[in-house]
């Protein structure tokens, strides 16, 4: 079962602008991560926030939280071609063998 | 080099020959997990791993075996492959599982005619 949902599914930018997508979920959790996945290839780990932390930041990406709503933001800011990708939400919880959950995704089309 | 190994990368077998997807990792984790990943249905965990010889199921365990007889070594078998295993499966591994970064490995895209 899917414990993250992202929204929205898919997303086209010019280059320079910011992108935000975010990640809803279902029961309470321990951990929330971002990852990146370009075409086909594995994930590759962005960003991580605890359930008592609000706000994180790593270069040009901002990741939110807000337990009250079940629910997480990431900002690209700034984003180049390189940045097109899919980004998947995951949440992590003990009563769940501590596994990590993945959303559907979005896909970010950054055009030149 | 940090990484997560998975072989082979590409494979096309037929229905109900047995086959087995290594997966190796050289950072010392004690979680590891098999995932497949399907158009609109995201990630889905198979089985996981939290040490050595512990092993439980994941969100799609039927169909699938896999074993943790060391730790750096997590292998995905399928006894039986049937055309809806058609998919690209992803090993990841992991410090603790919770609260830690997942590593991937480049992901196995295996196709059952």
């Known amino acids: 079962s899917q414990q993250g949902e992202e929204d929205p599914q898919a997303l086209s930018i010019q280059e320079g602008e910011n992108a935000t997508m975010n990640c809803s979920y279902k029961?309470?959790?321990?951990?929330l991560q971002w990852y990146r996945q370009n075409s086909g290839r594995g994930l590759v780990h962005l960003i991580l926030i605890r359930s008592n932390e609000r706000e994180k930041h790593s270069g040009r990406l901002r990741v939110t939280l807000d337990t009250s709503k079940k629910s997480s933001s990431l900002l690209i800011t700034a984003s180049r071609a390189a940045d097109t990708a899919s980004y998947f939400c995951a949440t992590d919880r003990v009563a769940a063998g501590n596994k990590l959950t993945f959303g559907g995704g979005t896909r970010v089309l950054v055009k030149p | 080099e940090a990484q997560v190994t998975q072989n082979p990368r590409y494979l096309i077998t037929v229905t109900g020959k047995k086959l087995t997807v290594t997966c190796s990792q050289n950072?010392?984790?004690?979680?590891m997990s098999w995932y497949r990943q399907d158009p609109g249905l995201g990630l889905r965990q198979i089985y996981y791993?939290?040490?050595?010889?512990?092993?439980d199921k994941g969100d799609v365990p039927e169909g699938y075996k896999v074993s943790r007889k060391e730790k750096r070594n997590f292998p995905l078998i399928l006894e039986s492959p049937s055309p809806n295993q058609t998919s690209l499966y992803f090993c990841?591994?992991?410090?603790?599982?919770?609260?830690?970064?997942?590593?991937f490995g480049q992901g196995t895209r295996l196709t059952v005619v």
């Open positions: 990841a591994s992991s410090f603790s599982g919770l609260g830690t970064e997942a590593f």
């Open positions: 029961t309470s959790i321990n951990n």
């Open positions: 950072m010392n984790h004690e979680y």
């Open positions: 791993s939290m040490n050595v010889e512990v092993t």
